[in-house]
């Protein structure tokens, strides 16, 4: 039976699947890492959960494989696994509606200011002090995507639905596509209303949203991250959001997260999430079954359903 480690935490159910298939060694579980490796790392041959970087790549000497759970493997050192010529697979696809729900969701409540009219109709305070002013909404609103995956695509064809002029930016143009290509990020951060990321993390994208992409963006400019907090100059988006430099801001992940900065968590023009994207029911069962059935098929066939490398 082959051996998988387990190098963090996965979904029950995602355990309970890989049980059923291989013989499991629960690293997170144990007392003395650097021990259980010296005793069990020989034996290991794929692992998954939890980030696994060169050092530990260095103590599984003949690992084969690297099932990640998520799509995002920034967690991953491929170059490490590439160099040892260890597969990589991702998660890919079963998350794409999920993530592109909550990132709708997310702007509906930021636009209609759906979390302070609720608080003011549950206080009470409507019927003593009347309505509350106008908000703004996404209809005939321009925005713009960074990294029009398949994720991107998924957010785009919704918020067209809403009747959003759509564009986008990324490392190459997609001439397949119905929508309008910046080769600039801060171009088209000045030639929108709302700009979402949700480009894959990594040194590529760090810290890519930086102070003038979000300056060029503007006072009535609104800013989604679906992505990775790191990918955002998060001082810089604090300040334009408390002087007046942006209009609002709808976060899903942050930089340092789950620690958020108290300015951050005390803007009354900020709508926060804790990095639920994925998070349903029925994306992660899909998603455990997805990590069970690359290593399955790596093992059976030499191959890999989802491969990265």
């Known amino acids: 039976m082959k051996k998988i480690l387990l190098a ?10 890989l049980e059923n298939k291989f ?19 020989d034996k290991i041959d794929g692992v998954t959960g939890g980030r696994i970087d060169a050092e530990l ?21 491929v170059g490490a696994a590439s160099t040892r010529g260890i597969r990589v697979s991702n998660t890919p696809n079963r998350l794409n509606a999920a993530v592109a729900e909550l990132t709708v969701g997310l702007m509906v409540s930021l636009a209609r200011e759906i979390p302070s ?18 908000t703004a909404q996404l209809a005939g609103a321009r925005v713009g995507i960074l990294g029009l995956g398949r994720i ?30 910046f080769d600039d990020l801060t171009d088209m951060a ?25 300056q ?27 002087n007046g430099g942006l209009r609002g ?28 994207g994925s998070a349903t029911r029925q994306t992660r069962a899909q998603m455990s079954s997805q990590v069970v059935e690359n290593l399955v098929a790596y093992f059976e066939k030499g191959e890999l359903l989802d491969p990265v490398i």
Not at 57 to 77: E, F, H, M, R, W
Not at 196 to 212: D, L
Request: aromatic residues 8%; hydrophobic residues 40%.
């Open 8 to 17: 963090g935490q996965v979904p029950q159910d995602c355990i309970e699947m």
């Open 23 to 41: 013989e499991l060694f629960k690293l997170y579980e144990a007392a003395n890492r650097d021990a259980f490796l010296l005793e069990h790392g």
């Open 57 to 77: 790549i260095s103590q599984l000497p003949n690992l084969k494989v690297i099932a990640n759970y998520g799509v995002g493997y920034d967690n991953v050192d």
């Open 117 to 134: 009219n609720h608080a003011y109709v549950k206080s009470g305070r409507w019927a003593s002090e009347g309505q509350t002013p106008l």
């Open 152 to 181: 991107g695509k998924a957010i785009a064809v919704r918020l067209t639905a809403f009747d959003m002029e759509v564009s986008y930016h990324g490392r190459t143009h997609q001439k397949d596509q119905p929508y309008h290509y």
């Open 190 to 214: 000045k030639n929108v209303d709302w700009l979402v990321v949700i480009a894959p993390g990594g040194e590529g994208t760090h810290k890519i949203i930086t102070r003038e992409v979000l």
């Open 216 to 242: 060029a963006l503007g006072a009535n400019g609104s800013f989604v991250n679906i992505a990775r907090g790191n990918m955002v100059d998060q001082d810089a988006l604090i300040d334009l959001l408390s």
């Open 249 to 276: 801001a709808a976060l899903d992940v942050f930089d340092g997260e789950p620690e958020v900065p108290e300015a951050l968590r005390m803007l009354d023009n900020v709508i926060l999430s804790p990095h639920k």
